[in-house]
């Protein structure tokens, strides 16, 4: 592979490095989601992620376990590691799934678009995702490495199924990469069919195989370390409830149609372009570009499946991460067949890559703001206490939150409470959502920062109303 790199290679990587890290740099400084206050002052099950088919977390979990660490606490590092992991698997998609006769600046803007995506900010807004994040993409990237090793090879087979192997441990990391592997084989496919190439078998048999064996673990490990009672927002569908789902698919495309102020014909309006693309595309290359928009629908069918097959439907933006690797590699090949409108398509690609640069810092200076206001709010509530109690550590403390007054903040999600007040002032007090008639009490009370908002119960507990 070393041997294959040429100046090209070169280029496209520095651009796409350079762009991420101009895009989230800000995963270097502190900043956490609930899920970090919470893996920062406890140490997570290893069942959590059995339970939710991500097997290799659970084992790296389990192992920093034995060890006293935490992902939280080795993030920084390999949160840099993932920025260079992710920038060489977009450079060696791009070098490997698209023709050498395709306009290089299209290529190019196509891959600083995909790397400034972001929904791959939200991603790495975990900061206790980075571990783990820097493993699935390695194995993607190796697994890669080891297809293309099969194909060089005079279709190797060792090579091949050692592929399979690396695919379905990289979807035991994250599913949501399944759209990767599906736009890696498909382009590949395209690839070989417009250099005049045969499609080898393996493009098909390798991403089926590596589901396939993905299935087998997931079952064989799911309630290894046994059963998961943390948080079941992971946990998989069961087949029975799949025709329910149709139900919240069709309320969420009706809240679609709302923010587009009931006017369906603006979705069209929208479609209109990409339709004269693919008929432009279609003149010079009619069967190519059938196959290009199948892989597409594929694609998009593939991104929404892991939101789809979740048992508690709450989409989240980074499960739908491979919808600007879709889009990038959609226009890399429609711009591409049709000759036409190139040089503009570079244009506005370099501009939505800029946008989407923005959006990406945006995104994590919010954060930044957030955790500010967070662990201000635990400092002064945590002094309050002390002088309430002179000085004497609390036997409980209720917190009861009001969702409009905290909308935007981890003080929502309950189970990070205690993380929070541990980050800020290194305590670890017994913290626990209110009773039904304390938040009746909560409703009716002044609310921090008013005077007021603190109560003493019998036996040193404390009522706390946000």
């Known amino acids: 592979m070393i041997a294959s790199l040429n100046k090209d290679t070169y280029a496209y ?84 799934c698209v023709p050498e006769q395709f306009d290089r600046g299209l290529v190019a803007a196509a891959g600083l678009f995909i790397a400034a995506s972001p929904l791959m900010a939200t991603l790495l807004s975990y900061r206790q995702t980075a571990f783990n994040l ?31 192997v690396c695919f379905a441990l990289s979807l035991g990391c994250y599913q949501v990469f399944i759209s990767v592997i599906v736009l890696y084989f498909a382009y590949l496919s395209l690839t070989a069919v417009h250099d005049g190439r045969r499609v080898p078998c393996g493009n098909l048999v390798v991403p089926a195989l590596s589901v396939v064996l993905y299935g087998i673990i997931f079952a064989m490990t799911k309630n290894i370390a046994g059963e998961n009672h943390w948080d079941q927002r992971g946990a998989l569908l069961s087949p029975a409830d799949f025709a329910r789902r149709g139900h919240d698919i069709a309320h969420a495309l009706s809240g679609l149609q709302g923010l587009m102020h009931g006017h369906p014909s603006y979705a069209v309006l929208l479609l209109l372009p990409v339709l004269a693309l693919s008929l432009a595309a279609c003149r010079a290359h009619p069967g190519l570009t059938v196959l290009a928009v199948m892989a597409s629908a594929v694609l998009c069918a593939v991104i929404l499946f892991p939101v789809v097959g979740l048992s508690i439907w709450q989409p989240t933006a980074r499960m739908f991460l491979g919808a600007y690797f879709a889009i990038g590699f959609a226009a890399i090949w429609l711009f591409g067949m049709a000759g036409l409108f190139v040089r503009g398509a570079t244009a506005l690609l370099v501009a939505l890559s800029l946008v989407s640069m923005m959006f990406s810092n ?76 304390m938040a009746a009490d909560c409703r009716l009370s002044p609310k921090f920062p008013v005077g007021g908002y603190l109560h003493t119960l019998q036996g040193h507990a404390v009522l706390v109303c946000l």
């Open 13 to 96: 990587f520095i651009g796409v490095f350079c762009i991420s890290l101009f895009s989230f740099g800000q995963i270097f400084l502190p900043a956490y989601t609930p899920d970090d206050f919470l893996t920062g002052s406890v140490l997570t099950p290893p069942s959590l992620y059995f339970s939710q088919g991500r097997f290799v977390e659970a084992s790296i979990v389990s192992l920093l376990n034995q060890i006293h660490l935490t992902m939280f606490d080795i993030g920084f590092g390999f949160s840099g590691i993932v920025l260079v992991l992710y920038s060489a698997l977009i450079v060696f998609l791009l070098k490997a």
């Open 134 to 164: 820097a493993a699935c993409l390695l194995l993607l990237l190796y697994g890669m490495s080891l297809y293309q090793a099969h194909l060089k090879k005079g279709r190797d087979v060792a090579c091949a199924a050692a592929s399979a």
């Open 362 to 437: 945006m995104f994590l200076t919010e954060q930044i703001k957030k955790n500010r206001w967070d662990m201000n709010v635990a400092a002064l509530v945590t002094r309050d206490i002390r002088v309430a109690l002179e000085n004497r550590n609390p036997s409980v403390v209720y917190v009861s939150v009001d969702p409009a007054t905290h909308a935007h903040s981890s003080f929502k999600v309950g189970w990070s409470i205690q993380g929070i007040f541990h980050e800020t002032a290194n305590i670890d007090w017994d913290i626990r959502d209110p009773a039904p008639g």
